[in-house]
């Protein structure tokens, strides 16, 4: 977000590039790393696609809480599409 707010203010592309860059933390636009983080440990200790969802449950750590399958996140299809299109073998 802190991107287009930058660029649409009138800074160049680098300045409006690492705004948005510096904000990326936990709290906002973290999420992909800690979703890695658990798939990393996920494989690391071999747990099956089902023990994952299980444990991440009971843990409360799910990785996303308001998009689902029935309610996907425009962003991941957006990122989905281009794969598909550019990377035929996916």
């Given amino acids: 977000m802190n991107t287009i707010v930058a660029s649409r203010s009138g800074k ?4 409006s590039l690492t705004s948005g860059l510096l904000t990326i933390g936990s709290r906002f636009g973290g999420a992909l790393d ?3 983080s658990m798939f990393s440990n996920a494989h690391d200790t071999s747990l099956t696609p089902r ?3 299980d444990n991440s449950q009971k843990g ?3 990785i996303h809480k ?3 399958v029935d309610n996907p996140d425009l962003r991941v299809e957006l ?3 281009y794969v598909r299109k550019n990377f035929p073998s996916h």
């Fill in 60 to 62: 409360n750590k799910l």
């Fill in 66 to 68: 308001i998009k689902s």
């Fill in 34 to 36: 800690e979703a890695a």
């Fill in 12 to 15: 160049d592309l680098i300045s």
């Fill in 51 to 53: 023990e994952f969802v």
């Fill in 79 to 81: 990122v989905k599409e």
